[in-house]
């Protein structure tokens, strides 16, 4: 995984004295030995890849499904509710008990239960992401955002627009560092160059365009004269003889090319 730099604020050591305490350790401790006991265990540091922890978890569900599925949960279940649809509430507590005991832990609740322990908010997905690292990954240390990238549409021009939003702990190095994933928010911007190269025949084939303009101009005057002196296809000859002393490196297949490039490039139609 990517270090990230860490930022020592309130967060980070309110994250600091979680992982110090005795009833933290204790949960997670108990959380992966119930891992271990279903078929599902965890390496100690955790894993090393965070695909690896993706494999993990398909096995982990795949597991799940077995078990839930499985001739000795439902007859764990039949014995504590008797085959009843419906059943009193200390009944229901035993059954919950029981598939607690039984299943493969839904740690997403148990993260939760961490989180309103420590009196945060279990929407809180900062922290959320913490213990869910901490346990799958080995990571020990609580991260924020270094800046926040975010695409947007202009309301008067329609057009997307890219904000980036700095913070107050907000170094020039994390935007240095994460160049290419805002370069890659830019790519959806109109307008995007990508790598801008000097347009380094330009002056020629403006020349080449503004000639094809006057050239085009007079065919569609005397056109609508009612006679023509140029064919349509004759402005390509007609182009390559007057500049070729001038540009001698053009060609018919150049000229049309050239000509249609120079166009789009100038943003006519």
């Known amino acids: 995984m990517k270090v990230i730099r860490p930022i020592y604020n ?7 004295a979680m992982l110090r305490d ?16 279903v078929g599902c265990p965890l390496p100690e540091s955790g894993f090393k890849e965070y695909s690896q922890y993706l494999d993990w978890r398909e ?39 029981f598939e607690r005991s039984f299943l493969p832990p839904v740690y997403g609740e148990y993260f939760n239960e961490i ?24 990571v020990d240390s609580y991260t924020e955002s270094t800046f926040l990238i975010r695409l947007a549409k202009n309301r008067k021009t329609h057009k997307s627009e890219l904000f980036i939003q700095i ?18 928010e830019q790519a959806c911007l109109p ?19 503004n000639e094809y303009k006057k050239l085009k101009m007079i065919h569609k005057i ?28 053009l060609t018919i297949t150049s000229i049309r090319t050239n000509i249609a490039k120079t166009k789009k490039r100038l943003g006519e139609k």
Not at 22 to 37: Q, S, T, V, Y
Not at 225 to 248: A, E, M, T
Request: charged share 30%; net charge neutral.
């Open 191 to 209: 307008g995007f160059l990508g790598k801008s190269k000097k347009w380094e025949t330009f002056e020629r084939d403006l020349d080449l365009y």
């Open 10 to 16: 309130q967060n980070y050591y309110k994250a600091q």
């Open 115 to 138: 989180l309103q322990h420590y009196e945060i908010d279990p929407n809180n997905k900062r922290f959320y992401d913490f213990i869910e690292f901490h346990v799958f990954l080995g």
């Open 222 to 249: 005397n056109k609508e004269g009612g006679f023509s002196l140029l064919n349509p296809r004759g402005l390509d000859v007609k182009l390559l003889l007057k500049l070729h002393k001038k540009y001698p490196e």
């Open 59 to 97: 096995h982990y569900w795949k597991r799940y499904s077995e078990m839930i599925t499985s001739q000795e949960f439902k007859e764990g279940c039949y014995q504590i509710t008797g085959g009843q649809d419906q059943f009193p509430r200390e009944t229901m507590d035993k059954l919950e008990e």
């Open 167 to 184: 913070y107050g702990y907000t170094k020039k190095e994390d935007i240095i560092n994460n160049w290419p994933l805002i370069s890659k």
């Open 22 to 37: 005795p009833w933290f350790i204790e949960k997670i401790a108990w959380l992966k030995g119930r891992f271990a006991e």
